[in-house]
């Protein structure tokens, strides 16, 4: 973890007001009827960047349109989960978000971060909209999330750890931006050409395994055939290399599939809910992938705490 806070309870309106007063307006969705949360809220400046640190227990945290009027972006949020897990949504993507995962968020859009009342923190690094419009230039950044293993998230998080260091120098401190900066871009603006064809280097690194078969996952997951053991043929490797490749990352392939699968779901749960739609929750599990609506029903509730009829309410 890059930091280290202790929550404490306070009122419920006390953390929307600690909250909007670091983030700009946003609106928050409490547990349950529950009237306190668990949380800390703080912000400071290290590296020349505002740093804050968001934790708490509450069901949901949404920007709207009559939030983002209220309150214009004027930053593009770089949020590095370092607790619990967080569902983030923001122009159609839904990405799940587990300590040591990164998202840039663009205040200028609307967005919805939801916890399901579990205990969550994470640490925001705000960069000035313009100047990383100015340096990516057309590089799509809204909604990109960058995974843990990801060689950038090593980077930028050993980056961001020299910057909370007791014993970095001003003069230290003073490059740590443009490093945060330089490497975010490299990860924003690499071409990710699709997966290679593993069956022509049998001996293929651990590394270029995980990232191919992830690839891989993140185009075919919605395919109810998909397992382990037909992505371990495909890309022509052993099942027990590709075990391993994502026991590297602490996970099993299964683990990344479900998780692919589920964050499709809770996408179109939440269209469902907005449009006020009566789609079958077994149809959504089936078009996610799941060929077992129980079985969905248990990973949802496993991952979430919650049935997938009851997202996104807050009750």
Do not use: W
């Not at 505002?50 to 069901?59: F, L």
């Not at 970095?168 to 945060?180: M, N, Y």
């Not at 590709?242 to 964050?263: C, K, N």
């Amino acid at each position: 973890m890059l930091t280290q806070r202790t929550p404490e309870t306070m009122p419920f309106e006390e953390f929307t007001a600690s909250l909007q007063s670091v983030c700009g307006r946003f609106e928050v969705t409490p547990s349950g009827k529950r009237e306190t949360v668990r949380a800390h809220v703080c912000c400071e400046t290290r590296a020349g960047l505002e740093m804050a640190t968001i934790a708490k227990d509450v069901h949901s945290v949404r920007r709207t349109e009559a939030d983002i009027r209220a309150s214009p972006g004027e930053h593009v949020f770089l949020i590095v989960q370092e607790e619990g897990q967080t569902l983030m949504q923001q122009d159609g993507r839904t990405v799940l978000m587990t300590p040591g995962d990164m998202i840039l968020i663009d205040s200028s859009r609307p967005s919805e971060f939801t916890s399901f009342g579990k205990y969550m923190r994470h640490l925001s690094l705000h960069l000035d909209r313009q100047e990383i419009v100015s340096r990516l230039g057309n590089a799509p950044f809204c909604a990109r999330s960058i995974r843990r293993e990801d060689r950038h998230a090593i980077a930028l998080s050993a980056i961001i750890g020299s910057a909370f260091a007791p014993d970095t120098s001003e003069r230290q401190s003073s490059f740590l931006k443009d490093a945060i900066l330089g490497v975010l871009g490299a990860a924003l603006c690499e071409n990710d050409g699709g997966h290679p064809n593993l069956r022509a280097h049998p001996e293929i690194s651990t590394a270029q395994i995980l990232e191919n078969a992830m690839a891989f996952i993140d185009s075919r997951f919605t395919d109810g055939m998909m397992s382990p053991a037909v992505l371990a043929a495909e890309l022509g490797v052993s099942l027990r290399n590709l075990q391993r490749a994502f026991a590297f990352a602490g996970m099993t392939p299964s683990d990344y599939l479900i998780r692919r699968r589920l964050e499709r779901a809770c996408l179109l749960l939440s269209e469902r809910q907005k449009k006020g739609a009566k789609t079958l929750v077994s149809t959504i599990a089936y078009e996610c992938g799941f060929n077992d609506v129980s079985y969905f029903n248990r990973q949802f509730r496993r991952s979430f705490g919650c049935a997938p009829g009851q997202y996104p309410g807050g009750s």
